[in-house]
């Protein structure tokens, strides 16, 4: 049965939603950011008592999303439909809930993710993940919404640890087919290189030590080399 979140948890969450808010006012100064504290308070209401496979609240997944976008510099219309992607899944909140507490347009978004959410990605075929990476493109009519899932999936890989093992294959095999190509078009290329790298090591474990242990040894001369040259042109900058 689950639980309401110790108070230690209460102060992890807060003070991810302190860092959260920091990120949006460095980046985005002119957003407002009273949209975002509603939808934390709204997310922390209505996901009480609710823990993820790790054992952690899981208002930190919703919390995580935002941070990814923040980072992102997206607007607090997305940042806010982040934290609320899952409640509609999740928990007994209504369309109607949502679009009376933040508008039509934070409504459009999650519902957008919800979609997504329900498309299957049954077929391994190289020729359907790419139908599958139209579809997906082809059926939002806000980017936000992609963005906002592919923030989603980047982080549970992060965490794709606590799932059992079938379900890690079959997650980090998505991500390879359908996830990080979508990021690789939109640009995305921080996104899709973790993306790849956190599915590498589930997909193929053995090649992803080989790969680990290659770059690690060339990693000391690497960064030495790289010293040395912005050592040379920050000497070459000031002198010219």
């Known amino acids: 049965m689950a639980t309401n979140p110790q108070p230690a948890s209460h102060k992890l969450l807060n003070a991810k939603f302190r860092q959260l808010l920091a990120k949006v006012a460095e980046n985005r100064p002119n957003d407002d950011l009273e949209i975002i504290r509603r939808a934390y308070d709204f997310s922390l209401r209505h996901h009480d008592g609710?823990?993820?496979?790790s054992g952690?609240?899981?208002?930190?997944h919703p919390l995580e999303v935002a941070l990814v976008l923040a980072d992102l510099k997206l607007d607090s219309t997305a940042i806010s439909a982040g934290?609320?992607?899952?409640?509609?899944?999740?928990?007994?909140?209504?369309?109607e809930d949502v679009r009376r507490e933040f508008g039509s347009q934070v409504v459009h978004i999650v519902?957008?993710?919800?979609?997504?959410?329900?498309?299957?990605f049954a077929s391994r075929e190289e020729r359907q993940a790419e139908n599958v990476r139209k579809m997906v493109l082809a059926m939002v009519d806000d980017i936000r919404v992609v963005l906002i899932k592919l923030a989603?999936?980047?982080?549970?890989?992060?965490?794709?640890?606590?799932?059992?093992?079938?379900?890690?294959?079959?997650?980090?095999?998505?991500?390879l087919e359908i996830y990080a190509p979508l990021a690789h078009r939109l640009g995305m290329g921080?996104?899709?290189?973790?993306?790849?790298?956190?599915?590498?090591?589930?997909?193929?474990?053995?090649?992803?030590?080989q790969v680990?242990?290659?770059?690690?040894?060339?990693?000391?001369?690497g960064e030495a080399f790289l010293r040395k040259a912005i050592k040379i042109l920050?000497?070459?900058l000031i002198e010219n």
């Open 152 to 175: 989603d999936r980047l982080h549970n890989m992060r965490t794709l640890q606590h799932l059992p093992e079938e379900r890690r294959q079959n997650v980090a095999k998505e991500t």
């Open 234 to 236: 920050q000497q070459k």
């Open 190 to 209: 921080k996104v899709r290189g973790e993306l790849e790298d956190l599915a590498f090591r589930y997909v193929d474990p053995i090649g992803y030590e």
């Open 56 to 60: 952690e609240p899981y208002l930190i």
């Open 212 to 221: 680990h242990q290659a770059v690690e040894s060339r990693r000391e001369a």
């Open 111 to 120: 519902e957008g993710v919800t979609k997504i959410d329900k498309i299957d």
């Open 83 to 95: 934290l609320l992607h899952d409640a509609i899944e999740d928990t007994p909140v209504t369309h």
């Open 50 to 53: 609710q823990t993820r496979a």
